[in-house]
């Protein structure tokens, strides 16, 4: 694990709204791809969203297209995840991660201590 400190998961109804933050401590996002990537179990390891290290769009999983927004706030070396119309199959455990790309995030090198998101009936 590197020091990225996850924070904003919780329990939620389905079609409700929750945002997740990242805060890096003792290096900055400068360079490295940076997003999220979630678990669940019996599921396989899904990115959702990443910046890339370098100039382009960000990334989103279709299965989230529309209902997620990722920002940074590079005055504080922190990146968010606006959460909108949540759904039962979001429930899983997302993790702050950083690579030199976004193909290799869900590898999980570096990533966060993750945080619980859980979407209720």
């Known amino acids: 694990e590197v020091p990225l400190v996850e924070s904003g998961g919780g329990l939620v109804q389905a079609g409700g709204s929750l945002k997740l933050s990242c805060a890096a401590s003792?290096?900055?996002?400068?360079?490295?791809?940076v997003g999220w990537f979630r678990q669940a179990p019996g599921k396989e390891r899904e990115v959702v969203s990443c910046?890339?290290?370098?100039?382009?769009?960000?990334y989103y999983a279709e299965s989230v297209k529309g209902r997620f927004t990722m920002s940074s706030d590079d005055a504080k070396n922190t990146v968010h995840l606006q959460m909108n119309s949540l759904k039962n199959e979001d429930t899983a455990v997302y993790y702050c991660?950083?690579?030199?790309?976004?193909?290799?995030?869900?590898?999980?090198?570096?990533r966060g201590q993750g945080t619980q998101v859980t979407v209720s009936s």
């Open positions: 910046i890339p290290s370098s100039e382009g769009t960000t």
């Open positions: 991660a950083v690579d030199y790309m976004c193909a290799a995030l869900a590898l999980g090198a570096y």
């Open positions: 003792g290096f900055t996002f400068d360079g490295y791809a």
